[in-house]
């Protein structure tokens, strides 16, 4: 697809009162500054960021600042092969929802080669724009704007550049602005649809709007002049017309088209026809924009036009029948499969003269497959594990577009129902990669192929590497450590490769199976695996880097054993205490009783043989009085 109808630099800038914005409920908006350090504010009061978001690449500047109006219109970021063939620009958390998108995009022999590059650009996965080199003079040296309206549904907008042969894409600025998501019928068109655009005319005007006036346009857009599109035959007979007074209907959801579009047309008593650049095999949408702002129409019948699309007679437009003077009126009409590279339309009076205000022209871009989220979830952590270096260009969406190659190394496929792009191949062999293999592999469901021998990564093997769908694997000439992931047995593997690496622990036999069935395996250079034919036995309790289930059941047995004989000798040592050791002492008011007794017997008997000792000496005997 060629590049679509832009808009050069105007010589002079239109200035005039913006109204208010406050009833516009939408507020996400970024005007990216590409190339740039500072963020700024124009001369327009559009506020600028600094470059950010950006992939890769590198800052410049054109050769002729001084050409230029705006800041944004001078500094560029340019995509040398160093950063890889793709890189994007990735706009983070973005509520879903629909957008617009302009770019500015300018050579001005910046790198002093007098070249112009070949590149293509995408959004959300989907081939949008085609610059090829050499690029006409004007358009080299002024630039050009372009400008998208995309569905966004993952939170991000990607926005990616794919270099040809040795050529650096560019990009000078970046403006997202979201917008009614219902805007431009996308009820009947549908969701599956960029529309890109291939011309915006406001009638009997000059070129108005956010980069060329301080004219509001809630949505971004920017308006050109449509004296150039107009056919030979019909500049002549046309005149413009405009108006200060106040036009209803405008600024209105879901399409919110600016009053100054419908305060100026051209008419013309003869036939006015536009001829329109458009790309072949694609399908266009034209919207006509229409306000009776002759004072002097006061009646239906009074001005009628009829609407010719590539000779085909395509409406009967009556604007003081359809919504009185000086109201927007507007009507889009869809031009299928075009056949040629040029687009017709023309307005034929009927009664009256011809008046129109607006012509938009949509190329109809089907949305292209894109990567299953699961996979590209996979695939970004792949990325930051394996450490994939710059210059191989993992960015962005790994399959999309399908226009482009997809990820260096990186093979896709669609899945079962066409509705997806899926991962069937990852071949990064002896890319200097220093990592490990992320645990997210496991969601590449559909992994055909992996090899990534010859590198330097380690680590142990994620459980998850065995997708049923894996045919062949190598993962030779590198240091991976610890044992055989199980979930490579329930794979389809033919070729299993894992030799040169630091891996130990048993070998599954329904891995080494595979060697059996025909197919190839080989895990020589592994001094820690064991336990299948040309490799040694595995040690009786030890397997896998860890004990065995053998010695795990043979250390439960033992611990058993120890603790029965343990029991065994506590009640051995309890029944020989019972037949020696029993002793109850009595309590310490029994022990003091018993020693007053003692005490008591004793005296007693003292006292009695003091009595015989007299008796036998003929004393008298004293009187016994015990206390």
């Not at 050769?63 to 890189?87: D, I, V």
């Not at 050109?224 to 405008?250: C, F, H, K, L």
């Not at 769908?469 to 329930?490: A, C, E, K, W, Y």
């Not at 054993?561 to 000798?569: H, R």
């Amino acid at each position: 697809m060629s590049m679509p109808l832009f808009f050069l630099l105007p010589l002079s800038l239109l200035l005039s009162i913006p109204p208010s914005s406050s009833s516009y409920p939408y507020d996400i908006n970024y005007h990216i500054d590409c190339g740039s350090a500072t963020s700024a504010v124009d001369s327009l009061n559009t506020s600028w960021l600094s470059d950010r978001f950006y992939t890769g690449g590198a800052n410049s500047v054109v050769s002729e600042p001084l050409h230029f109006h705006f800041p944004h219109e001078k500094n560029l970021r340019f995509f040398p092969l160093s950063s890889g063939k793709k890189n994007c620009y990735i706009i983070p958390n973005l509520p879903a929802g629909r957008y617009y998108v302009r770019t500015f995009t300018v050579y001005d022999n910046y790198d002093g080669k007098s070249h112009s590059p070949s590149f293509d650009a995408s959004v959300e996965g989907t081939l949008v724009f085609s610059w090829r080199s050499p690029w006409p003079e004007d358009l080299a040296r002024d630039g050009a704007y372009s400008d998208l309206y995309a569905f966004v549904d993952d939170g991000e907008l990607d926005f990616c550049f794919y270099s040809f042969a040795t050529d650096p894409p560019l990009i000078a600025s970046l403006e997202i602005q979201q917008i009614d998501p219902l805007s431009y019928d996308s009820a009947n068109i549908g969701h599956d649809y960029i529309l890109v655009n291939y011309g915006r005319f406001s009638c009997g005007s000059n070129q108005w709007g956010p980069g060329f006036s301080n004219d509001t346009d809630y949505f971004g857009r920017s308006w050109q002049s449509d004296e150039e599109s107009r056919s030979p035959d019909s500049r002549t007979s046309i005149r413009s017309v405009a108006t200060r007074q106040t036009i209803t209907n405008t600024n209105q959801q879901p399409n919110y088209f600016p009053m100054k579009l419908y305060q100026t047309a051209v008419m013309s008593s003869g036939v006015v026809e536009y001829e329109l650049e458009v790309d072949a095999k694609l399908d266009y949408l034209i919207w006509f924009h229409f306000a009776e702002i002759d004072s002097s129409i006061t009646k239906v019948g009074q001005r009628v036009i009829d609407v010719v699309v590539n000779e085909k007679n395509v409406s009967t437009v009556d604007i003081y029948k359809e919504v009185g003077s000086f109201a927007a009126y507007s009507w889009q009409y869809v031009a299928k499969n075009l056949s040629s590279t040029g687009l017709s339309v023309k307005l034929v009076p009927v009664a009256g003269a011809v008046l129109i205000s607006g012509i938009e022209n949509y190329a109809l871009v089907p949305s292209d497959l894109s990567t299953l989220p699961e996979q590209v979830i996979a695939m970004r952590a792949l990325k930051e594990s394996l450490r994939v270096p710059g210059r191989m260009g993992w960015n962005g969406d790994p399959c999309a577009p399908t226009n482009w190659d997809a990820w260096e190394g990186i093979a896709c496929r669609p899945n079962k129902d066409k509705t997806a792009l899926v991962i069937s191949q990852i071949d990064l062999v002896a890319q200097g990669l220093k990592g490990y293999i992320s645990d997210k592999i496991s969601l590449l469901s559909d992994l055909v192929n992996l090899n990534l021998s010859s590198n330097a990564l380690g680590g142990n093997l994620p459980a998850g590497l065995g997708q049923k769908s894996l045919v062949r694997l190598d993962l030779s000439n590198n240091q991976f450590s610890g044992s055989i992931p199980d979930s490579l047995t329930s794979s389809k593997l033919q070729l299993a490769l894992l030799n040169n690496n630091l891996l130990e622990g048993r070998v599954p036999e329904e891995l080494y199976s595979v060697g059996v069935h025909g197919g190839t395996i080989d895990l020589t250079g592994n001094k820690g695996l064991c336990g299948v034919p040309s490799l040694p036995p595995c040690p009786l309790f030890w397997d896998n880097g860890g004990l065995s289930t053998g010695g795990k059941i043979a250390i439960g047995i033992s611990c058993l054993v120890i603790l029965c004989a343990l029991l065994l000798v506590i009640y051995m040592c309890c029944i020989r205490r019972g037949r020696n050791d029993y002793d109850f002492g009595l309590p310490h008011d029994l022990m003091s009783l018993a020693a007053k007794r003692n005490k008591y017997q004793r005296q007693k008997s003292l006292m009695l043989l003091e009595m015989e000792s007299q008796h036998a000496k003929g004393l008298p005997s004293l009187p016994l009085n015990p206390h």
